[in-house]
C-alpha cells in the first residue's frame, strides 16, 4: 500500500467499553483509504464498524475508550491532538452522517440555525447573513427548498431530515465524510435517492467517504473498496469486484451466499448458523471460528492475522497463509 | 446466549419472580444504593416487629427519669419533657408509620394496578375517561387530602393509609398505563392474540413482567412518601395521641423543650423519620438505575 | 396544531378536571360525615344550638341543592361560610392569607430549581465520579429530609446557635407591612417583598427577605431533591442522543453542546413537573408555615382543624384545588410553548 496519497490511515486501532463487563469493541483494526475512494464498512451489527467510525472522529467518550493504535489523517495522528483541536478538526475537515434522522437534529431549533451555528462554530467571524446563504446553496443541491429553513425538525419527512444531515455535513467542504448507515431508516425509494446524491456530491466536491452498512446492496453500488468487520475485528478488505467475485474469508463468503437471490434455483434461504458473539466473552482464537464451515483446530486456538490475497486485498484466516508467499 | 436482538424481539416469557429479584443480584449501577436501602429498611423494620422485646422499658410511662436529660448511660438517648425514656420510645416509635406505609401501599398495589392495567390494555374512551380522573386527582397535594379525609374521619391506621393512597393511586396508574399502552403495540402480542390468548392471560404473560421493574420503583416511593406524611400529620396535630410512641410525635413535641436547649428529642425522632423514607427512596432510586439502562 | 388551539383545547380540558376535583372535596367533606356540625359539637351538645348551626349554614337542604349551592356559589367567589360562631364567609379571610403562602413558595421553588437544575447538571457533567455521586446520594437525602425537621435545624444553626437569622414570623415585631401606591391609589398585594419594594420602604424589604430566608430555603432544598434527580437523568439521556452526538460530530463547542443542545431540551421534561412540584410545595408549605409561625393559608388550614370548622376546611381545600388545576394549566401551555413537538 503506497503512503503518497492516503487520507486516513488507521493502524492497529482498539475500543473497549467498560460498563461494569468489558467489551471490546474494536480489535487491532488496520485501514486506510484514499483520497476520493469511496471505502465500504460492512458488517452486523456489533461487529464495531460504527464505533470504527465514531473513533475517527473522536467521538469515543466514557464509558468507550481507544486503547491502542493510531489514527493518522492527512499526516496527524488524531489521538495525539488536544481535545480543542480535535472540535475544529471535526465538522470542518471530517464530517459525519448519523444513522436516525429522527434523533440526529436538536429538536427545538430551526434548520437554519443548525447552520448558522454550526458555521459560526468554525469561524466566528462569518455573518448570519452568509451562513444562511451557504446553508441555501448546500440544501438546494439536496433538493430542498430555502422557505424550509425556518422549519424545526419535526416537520421535515424522514428522508428530507437525512438531506438536511448531508447538507450539514457538506456545508464547510470537508474532505472526508463517514456516512454510517446513512440509509438504513429510510425506505427504499429514498434510499436510492439519496445514494444518488451521495454520489453526485461526492465527484461535485472531491470527496472521500466511508459508508458503514450492513447492507451489500449499498456497498455494491457505491463502493470502490470494501472492508468487512466482524466482532470487532477486519476478517477481510479488497477492490469491490474482488470482493463479491472471489470472497477470501468465509465470513464474506457466507454473508454474500445469504443475500436472497431471486434467480437461484433453491428457494431455501441460505443463513449463518449460530448467532454473533457476545463482545463482553468473545470465543477464543479467530471470533468466527463457532460458525465458519472450514474451521479447524487451529482456529480455535490463535488469532489469524491478516493475509495479503491480492492487489490491496487481505483476508484474516488460516486458510489462506499458503498464499501470502506467492503474493509478496 | 442470548443477544440484543433475540431478546427484542423474542416476548418477556420469563417469570415474574425473576424479574423482580433479578435486579437484586449481579454487579452494576445502583447496586450500592440499593444494598443500603435495603440494610436500612430492614434493621428499621427488624427493631418496629420485635420492639416488646427489644425495648429496655416501657416507652409510654412517664417519670422514669428526670425530665428532658440529655443521653446518658442510664438513658441511652435521654428523655423527654415528661421524663420518658427516648431510646424505648424510638424503638416502639416506628410501628404506627410502618403499618400505615404498609397499608397504604397494599391499598394502591390493589386498587391501583389493576385499573392501569385494565383501562390501558381497553384504550378507547373508557380509557380516557379514567386516565382524565387520574389526571385530576394527581396533582393534587398528598397531604392536602390527606388533611380532608382525617380531619373529618378522625385518626386510624386506616384513615391514614386510605388518605396517603387515594392521592397515590394516580402514580401506580400512569405508571402501569405507560407500559401497558408501549407493550401492546408489540408483535409478540398481536402473535399471541393470534394463537388465541385471551385477555387474561397475555396481561399475565407478556404484560404483567414487563410492568414489575417499574411498578417497584413507584411502591419505594410510595412507602417514603407514606412515612413522610405520616410524620406531617402528626406535626399538624392529626396524629396519634402524645403519649403513644411514635417518631412524629415525639418530633413534633420535642420541639417545645427545643429553647431549652432539649436537642436530643428532636433529633432522634426526626433523624428516624428520615433514615426510614432514605432507605426506602434508596431501594427505589437503586432498583430504578439498575432496571433502567439510560441511567447508566 | 399551533400554539393557539393548543390552549384552546387545554382549557376546556380543565373544564371537567375542575368538576371532578370539586365533587371529589364535596363528597368527603359535606356527603361523607353526614353532618359536619355534628362532627363540631359532638355527642352531648344542645340540639337547638345544632339545630341553628346547620340552618344558618344552609346543612339542612336536599345534598343536591347543596351541590348546586356549592358549585353556583364558587362562581361569585363564595368558599362558604365558617363555622367559628358568627357564620363569617371564608373567602375574605383565605384571600388575606394567601399571599404569605405564594411568597413563601415562590422563593422556595426559585431555590428548588436553582439548587435542582444546577447540582442536576454538574452530575451529569462529571457521570460516574465522586461529583455525581454526592449529587446522586445528595438528592435523594433531602427528598427524604422531613421538611420541618429541617426547618428545625435551621432555626437551630442559624436562629438560636449564631443567632443572625430570625426564626419565625414573617417580619419583626414593630416593623409595619406599608401599602404602596400608585396614581394615588393604595392597594397591597400582601406579598411584603413585593409591596415593600413598591413603596420604597427598603428597611422593611429587608427585614421581610430576613425572615423568609429559612423557610425559604428549607422548603427549597427538600424540593429540589426532585430537580436534581430530573435533571441529572434528563440530562444523561440527552447527552447521550444522537443530537448530541451529531452536534460535537460538526464540531461545536462542548459548552455549546452542553447548554444550547443538552441541557436545553433536558429541562423540558423538567417544566412538565412544575405543576406537580406546586402541589408538592404546597403541602411543605403548611408543614413549614407551621414551623416558622408564618401567617399563610397553611396555618389558617391547621388552625381551621384544630377548631373544627370544617366548612371553613373544605373552602380552604376548594380554594387550593381551583389554584392548583389553574397552576397545571398555565405549565402546560408553557411546556408547548417551550417545546414546538408538543402542538401537534
Known amino acids: ?328 | ?296 | 396544531m399551533g400554539l393557539r388551539d393548543y390552549v384552546v383545547t387545554r382549557i376546556l380540558l380543565t373544564i371537567p378536571m375542575m368538576m371532578i376535583l370539586l365533587t371529589v372535596v364535596f363528597i368527603v367533606m359535606r356527603v361523607l360525615p353526614g353532618n359536619p356540625v355534628l362532627l363540631r359539637f359532638e355527642k352531648n351538645a344542645d340540639p337547638t344550638l345544632i339545630a341553628t348551626y346547620t340552618h344558618a349554614l344552609g346543612l339542612d337542604k336536599p345534598l343536591y341543592l347543596q351541590y348546586l349551592d356549592y358549585l353556583w356559589g364558587l362562581l361569585h367567589g363564595n368558599l362558604g361560610l365558617s363555622m367559628a360562631g358568627s357564620f363569617e364567609p371564608v373567602a375574605p379571610e383565605i384571600t388575606s392569607r394567601f399571599p404569605a403562602t405564594l411568597e413563601l413558595t415562590f422563593y422556595a421553588f426559585i431555590v428548588a430549581v436553582i439548587v435542582g437544575v444546577l447540582l442536576g447538571a454538574l452530575g451529569a457533567q462529571k457521570q460516574g465520579g465522586a461529583a455525581d455521586n454526592s449529587v446522586k446520594v445528595f438528592g435523594i437525602l433531602i427528598y427524604a429530609f422531613p421538611v420541618f425537621f429541617l426547618g428545625m435545624i435551621l432555626q437551630l444553626i442559624f436562629g438560636v446557635g449564631l443567632h443572625i437569622l430570625p426564626v419565625s414570623g414573617r417580619l419583626d415585631p414593630g416593623v409595619i407591612p406599608t401599602s404602596p401606591s400608585i396614581a394615588g391609589i393604595h392597594f397591597q398585594t400582601g406579598i411584603l417583598t413585593v409591596d415593600s419594594l413598591l413603596s420604597g420602604n427598603l428597611p422593611e424589604f429587608v427585614d421581610a427577605v430576613k425572615h423568609l430566608i429559612l423557610p425559604a430555603t428549607a422548603l427549597g432544598l427538600v424540593i429540589s431533591g426532585t430537580f436534581t434527580r430530573m435533571t441529572r437523568t434528563n440530562m444523561l439521556e440527552t447527552m447521550r442522543a444522537d443530537f448530541v452526538t451529531a452536534a460535537r460530530a460538526r464540531g461545536l463547542k462542548e459548552r455549546t453542546v452542553t447548554y444550547s443542545y443538552a441541557l436545553r431540551n433536558a429541562i423540558l421534561p423538567i417544566v412538565t413537573i412544575m405543576g406537580l412540584q406546586f402541589a408538592i410545595l404546597l403541602s411543605g408549605a403548611i408543614l413549614t408555615e407551621t414551623e416558622f409561625n408564618i401567617l399563610g393559608l397553611g396555618t389558617y388550614l391547621v388552625d381551621r382543624i384544630n377548631f373544627r370548622d370544617y366548612t371553613a376546611v373544605q373552602g380552604t381545600v376548594v380554594f387550593l384545588a381551583l389554584l392548583i388545576t389553574t397552576v397545571s394549566l398555565v405549565v402546560d401551555i408553557l411546556y408547548a410553548y417551550l417545546d414546538p413537538r408538543v402542538r401537534l
Open chain 1, 1 to 328: 500500500m503506497r503512503a503518497v496519497d492516503q487520507l486516513l490511515q488507521v493502524e492497529s486501532l482498539s475500543v473497549e467499553y467498560r460498563t461494569g463487563t468489558l467489551a471490546k469493541a474494536v480489535q487491532d483494526v488496520s485501514l486506510n483509504l484514499k483520497t476520493g475512494e469511496t471505502l465500504g464498512l460492512v458488517g452486523e451489527s456489533g461487529s464495531g464498524k460504527s464505533t470504527l467510525g465514531l473513533a475517527v472522529m473522536g467521538l469515543i467518550r466514557p464509558p468507550g475508550f481507544v486503547t491502542r493504535g493510531k489514527i493518522v489523517f492527512d499526516g496527524t495522528n488524531l489521538l495525539t491532538l488536544a481535545p480543542e483541536q480535535l472540535r475544529e478538526l471535526r465538522g470542518r475537515k471530517i464530517a459525519m452522517i448519523f444513522q436516525d434522522p429522527m434523533t440526529s437534529l436538536n429538536p427545538v431549533k430551526k434548520i437554519g440555525d443548525h447552520f448558522v451555528e454550526y458555521i459560526h462554530a468554525h469561524d466566528s467571524h462569518v455573518s448570519e447573513q452568509v451562513a444562511k446563504g451557504r446553508a441555501k446553496t448546500v440544501l438546494e443541491d439536496l433538493g430542498i427548498p430555502e422557505s424550509r429553513l425556518n422549519d424545526y425538525p419535526h416537520q421535515f419527512s424522514g428522508g428530507m431530515r437525512q438531506r438536511v444531515m448531508i447538507g450539514l455535513a457538506l456545508a464547510l467542504e470537508p474532505s472526508l465524510i463517514i456516512a454510517d448507515e446513512p440509509t438504513t431508516a429510510l425506505d427504499v425509494i429514498v434510499e436510492a435517492q439519496i445514494l444518488q446524491q451521495l454520489a453526485n456530491l461526492k465527484s461535485k466536491y472531491s470527496l472521500s467517504l466511508i459508508l458503514i452498512t450492513h447492507n451489500m446492496g449499498v456497498v455494491a453500488e457505491m463502493a470502490d473498496r470494501v472492508a468487512v468487520m466482524y466482532a470487532g475485528r477486519l476478517a477481510e478488505v479488497a477492490p469491490v469486484n474482488s470482493i463479491f467475485g472471489t470472497p477470501r474469508h468465509p465470513y464474506t463468503e457466507a454473508l454474500l451466499e445469504s443475500i436472497p437471490n431471486i434467480l437461484a434455483s433453491d428457494k431455501v434461504l441460505k443463513t449463518i448458523p449460530g448467532t454473533p458473539p457476545d463482545l463482553t466473552h468473545p470465543p477464543s482464537g479467530c471470533p468466527f471460528h463457532p460458525r465458519c464451515r472450514y474451521a479447524f483446530e487451529r482456529c480455535r486456538k490463535e488469532i489469524p492475522m491478516p493475509v495479503i490475497t491480492g492487489n490491496e486485498s487481505e483476508a484474516a484466516c488460516f486458510r489462506l497463509e499458503g498464499e501470502e508467499s506467492r503474493h509478496s
Open chain 2, 1 to 296: 446466549m442470548k443477544t440484543t436482538q433475540q431478546t427484542r424481539s423474542k416476548p418477556q416469557t420469563l417469570s415474574a419472580m425473576s424479574r423482580l429479584l433479578g435486579p437484586l443480584i449481579g454487579k452494576g449501577y445502583g447496586r450500592g444504593m440499593m444494598l443500603v436501602g435495603i440494610g436500612i429498611t430492614v434493621i428499621i423494620v427488624a427493631m418496629s416487629v420485635l420492639a416488646p422485646s427489644i425495648a429496655p422499658r416501657d416507652p409510654t410511662l412517664i417519670g422514669l427519669g428526670l425530665p428532658n436529660n440529655p443521653p446518658s448511660a442510664a438513658f441511652p438517648l435521654g428523655t423527654d419533657q415528661y421524663g420518658r425514656d427516648m431510646l424505648s420510645r424510638i424503638i416502639w416509635g416506628g410501628r404506627f408509620i410502618l403499618l400505615v406505609a404498609v397499608a397504604a401501599v397494599a391499598i394502591c398495589l390493589v386498587i391501583g394496578l389493576p385499573i392501569g392495567l385494565v383501562s390501558a390494555y381497553k384504550g378507547g374512551n373508557f380509557d380516557r375517561f379514567v386516565a382524565l380522573i387520574m389526571d385530576s386527582i394527581y396533582a393534587f397535594p398528598s397531604l392536602v387530602l390527606a388533611v380532608m379525609i382525617i380531619s373529618v374521619f378522625g385518626v386510624t391506621i386506616i384513615n391514614e393509609a386510605l388518605a396517603i393512597a387515594v392521592v397515590y393511586i394516580p402514580s401506580y396508574f400512569r405508571v402501569v398505563r405507560s407500559q401497558v399502552l408501549s407493550i401492546k403495540e408489540m408483535p409478540y402480542v398481536d402473535a399471541a392474540k393470534s394463537a388465541g390468548a385471551g385477555t387474561p392471560s397475555i396481561l399475565w404473560k407478556y404484560v404483567w413482567p414487563n410492568v414489575i421493574p417499574s411498578v417497584v420503583v413507584v411502591v419505594g416511593m410510595n412507602f417514603a412518601d407514606s412515612i413522610l406524611t405520616t410524620a406531617g400529620l402528626d406535626f399538624i396535630g392529626l396524629g396519634l395521641p402524645v403519649t403513644l410512641p411514635d417518631w412524629g410525635i415525639d418530633l413534633t413535641y420535642g420541639r417545645q423543650s427545643l429553647p431549652l436547649g432539649v436537642w436530643w428529642t428532636i433529633v432522634f425522632a426526626g433523624g428516624m423519620i428520615l433514615l426510614a423514607a432514605l432507605g426506602f427512596a434508596l431501594i427505589s432510586e437503586g432498583y430504578a438505575e439498575r432496571t433502567n439502562p439510560k441511567l447508566r
